[in-house]
């Protein structure tokens, strides 16, 4: 069966063709870009560190950095799929993003908040100074001789880290200030900044009955996606919602789409071009 051979999906289409919309896009978008999603079919089990772990003990910190430079040298040359590439041709009032792997941002979207921010990104928690995880990349390669080759093999998880136990010989590198790294991302424990959630709820609340707001692969599990769905729903905007699997917001959508996420945007790139 075709994409347009489901009446729900035409159906669908016609209604965000026609509407101003905001866009909230989760890991089900980044799949076809072989990073792997949360809790979609065959998706990895996961037990993601916490903020409260990784603050708690230099050990927690040199365990999290030590998975995370494996799974960098994946997700850092991960390219944006024919979705990124759709969503930024549509160029919504609003683009945001629960996907931590910037792959957006390099398909060239312009108006977008990364709610999670970017694991391209490193904080240091003490002195707040921003810096490339690229340079740290090779800083941890220069003080781990080896150890993407002994280690290469394991599997990625979703968060852009891996599934590795053995990690106590692994060096990281502090801030020049003597404070600790971390990816400049809201890890769980940790609040969206408050700006960033300001933005969107005057996005969705701008849309009205007039736009729509479309979910792109987003199982809308956890309350930072879930609570702009809501916001929509209470103002009256039609909801769309394109994932594979339940989600949390299916009962709040006009329409609930079992479809893939490139091939749903790049039909409505093209019908809103």
């Known amino acids: 069966m075709t994409l347009l051979a489901d009446r729900s999906v035409e159906e669908a289409l016609d209604l965000l063709a026609t509407r101003p919309l905001v866009v909230l896009t989760g890991a089900g978008l980044s799949t076809d870009s072989g990073i792997p999603d949360y809790r979609g079919p065959g998706s990895p089990a996961r037990a993601p560190m ?17 998975r995370s430079h494996l799974g960098w040298q994946r997700m850092g040359r991960a390219l944006p799929n024919d ?38 990104d490193v904080v240091c928690l003490s002195c707040r100074t921003t810096s490339s995880r690229a340079a740290l990349a090779s800083e941890l390669d220069a003080l781990n001789p080896g150890w993407l080759a002994r280690h290469g093999w394991v599997e990625s998880r979703p968060d852009g880290d891996v599934d590795l136990d053995d990690t106590d010989d692994f060096v990281v590198p502090r801030c020049p200030c003597g404070g600790p790294l971390k990816p400049d991302v809201v890890f769980f424990g940790e609040n ?17 009955t007039d736009g729509a707001l479309l979910v792109a692969g987003s199982s ?54």
């Open 220 to 273: 809308l599990t956890v309350m930072s996606g879930l609570r702009f769905v809501k916001r929509a729903a209470s103002g009256g905007t039609p909801i769309v919602i394109v994932n594979r699997g339940l989600t949390r917001g299916d009962q709040l959508a006009a329409y609930k789409l079992e479809v893939g996420c490139s091939e749903f945007l790049g039909e409505l790139a093209a019908r809103a071009a």
């Open 192 to 208: 969206v900044p408050a700006d960033r959630v300001a933005r969107c709820y005057a996005a969705v609340e701008a849309l009205g």
């Open 50 to 66: 916490t903020y409260q772990e990784f603050v708690a003990t230099p050990q927690a910190q040199q365990r999290y950095w030590a």
């Open 83 to 120: 979705g990124h590439r759709a969503l930024a041709a549509l160029d919504p009032g609003l683009l945001i993003t629960q996907n931590v792997d910037g792959l957006h941002e390099a398909a060239g979207s312009r108006r977008l908040v990364a709610l999670h921010g970017r694991v391209a």
